[in-house]
């Protein structure tokens, strides 16, 4: 039986989407017969209609290719219920184009807020697949995403890089790491790349406590750095609301949080400090051999899942093993770090300062 499936990557881009498509596309093609709807633009292509009939031919040659051949946007799942400035109901509309396209299923490759949307659809009647990926490696239930071990060899060669400047120049520099509610890229990074002190959101610092671990290191080495997730916050931003910290950021004469730890680090102690944003270079470019791995993996997986008919679920990693779990079980429940955290407690060990 012919099976028609739809495939749509939504969210921040990340290395080894292109992967994960190909695995899923590939794997399909030798499992049974298919015709693959590529829509364009995350889940705004679902909504206004725009896809494109993918050929054989166009999953060849991206397993190494960068971002997503497909496009990808941001739709907040707290809009998605809502109706747009065009008097468009969004779910109706994907409704609508999922039935338009007759499609069999449809594989949601994307990140906490792509696998909510597709928890929805899910409830909505629709055959879903979720896939995780995301640098941010939130994602409930699976032990990596794909994309995260690209972003973290990035980072880790940046904050690699930084050290010699470091050493030459006998200054502090704080190196800020993508990751705004999760700080597992920071975390990894911070400890492959040997960073003095790591910042993430999960674990709310003192800047005291930052500057007691950046003095002691002044008096044996001359130099040291800070890994600073870029949702990081101090004590008591954590115990605001969201909206009053949004509001006491815009206040700040600082555009970043590295910004902000190294103008009081100088002010407080008189070290000579940089920061340093590598920003979306992290996202970007070739995915690492392990990702390349990983999304093929989770890609055969999710069509096997469409073979058998198993819909509701997304496909991760177990251990050694590529597993499923359901959608209503990971949707709105992102992974986060654990301030008790075996590798957190392994960082702490070796004299990491976490400024808590």
């Given at each position: ?21 190909r695995g899923v596309a590939r794997a399909a093609y030798e499992l049974f017969d298919v ?92 055959n879903v697949i979720g896939m995780p990926k995301t640098i941010d490696n939130d994602i ?178 177990n251990g050694k093993d590529i597993t499923h779990n359901k959608l209503e079980d990971i ?26």
């Open positions: 039986m012919k099976r028609r499936i739809g495939i749509l990557t939504s969210g921040g881009d990340c290395p080894g989407l292109n992967a994960a498509i015709e693959i709807i590529g829509i364009h633009n995350g889940y705004g292509g679902l909504i206004d209609g725009d896809y494109q009939e993918m050929t054989r031919e166009q999953f060849s040659g991206i397993l190494t290719l960068g971002g997503t051949i497909l496009g990808t946007s941001r739709q907040p799942f707290r809009s998605m219920t809502e109706v747009n400035e065009n008097g468009v109901d969004k779910v109706s509309a994907m409704k609508k184009t999922y039935k338009k396209l007759r499609l069999d299923c449809l594989v949601t490759l994307g990140g906490n807020g792509t696998h909510r949307t597709a928890n929805l659809l899910s409830q909505e009647g629709l409930t239930g699976t032990d990596y995403t794909f994309g995260f071990h690209t972003a973290m060899d990035i980072a880790t060669e940046v904050i690699d890089r930084i050290h010699t400047t470091a050493n030459s120049h006998g200054r502090c520099i704080v190196v800020e790491i993508m990751g705004n509610k999760a700080g597992w890229l920071t975390l990894y990074s911070g400890i492959a790349g040997g960073a003095d002190a790591i910042i993430i959101p999960e674990i709310p610092y003192d800047i005291k406590n930052i500057a007691e671990a950046v003095s002691k290191r002044e008096q044996r080495n001359k130099f040291s750095i800070i890994a600073v997730a870029e949702g990081a916050m101090t004590v008591e931003e954590a115990g605001m609301k969201k909206k009053e910290r949004e509001e006491l950021r815009k206040a700040s004469p600082y555009d970043s949080v590295s910004r902000r730890i190294s103008n009081e680090l100088t002010k407080m102690i008189g070290v000579d400090t940089r920061n340093c944003v590598p920003g979306h270079i992290q996202r970007g470019g070739s995915p690492c051999a392990f990702d390349r791995v990983l999304a093929t993996r989770l890609g055969v997986h999710a069509a096997e899942l469409i073979r058998d008919e198993v819909y509701g679920v997304t496909v991760a990693l949707a709105g429940s992102p992974k986060l770090v654990d301030k008790d955290n075996n590798i957190v407690a392994t960082a702490k060990t070796i004299g990491i300062c976490f400024g808590d």
